[in-house]
């Protein structure tokens, strides 16, 4: 069974920073394009960011170029989210996602990806 479970989720203030991880089971994860997406109270799914199996090819909404980024560790089957300047507007459960697409390719829909974990929580004070 595919399980992704994501962690490192927190409370923070305004301008600090956050690791977030993503642990993948029950899937070569060598082959698995990797995504990070979030939702806020009253607000759709929204991508932040994806990954190529590769590693090689990375992908970022607007408002988090810049400052956040994504890599991935095949030998730990974990891909990251590395969150800098954090804004309240950035606060939102945060969803890891594994898809099967070609090797150089990142995925931007949701609804193109095959497994989801449960979500982290992130949240920034003003």
């Known amino acids: 069974q595919v399980q992704l479970v994501e962690s490192g989720g927190g409370l923070v203030q305004a301008g600090d920073s956050l690791r977030l991880s993503c642990a993948a089971s029950?899937?070569?994860?060598?082959?698995?394009?990797m995504g990070w997406f979030r939702q806020a109270p009253g607000k759709e799914r929204e991508f932040v960011a994806a990954?190529?199996?590769?590693?090689?090819?990375?992908d970022y909404v607007d408002s988090v170029k810049g400052r956040f980024t994504i890599s991935r560790d095949n030998a730990k089957n974990t891909v990251f989210l590395q969150m800098n300047s954090l804004k309240p507007d950035d606060s939102a459960v945060y969803y890891c996602?594994?898809?099967?697409?070609?090797?150089?390719?990142?995925?931007?829909?949701?609804?193109?990806?095959?497994?989801w974990g449960q979500g982290t929580q992130v949240t920034v004070s003003s």
């Open positions: 996602a594994a898809g099967f697409v070609s090797a150089a390719a990142t995925i931007r829909h949701a609804n193109e990806y095959d497994y």
């Open positions: 029950g899937l070569t994860f060598r082959r698995a394009a």
């Open positions: 990954i190529s199996a590769s590693g090689g090819n990375t």
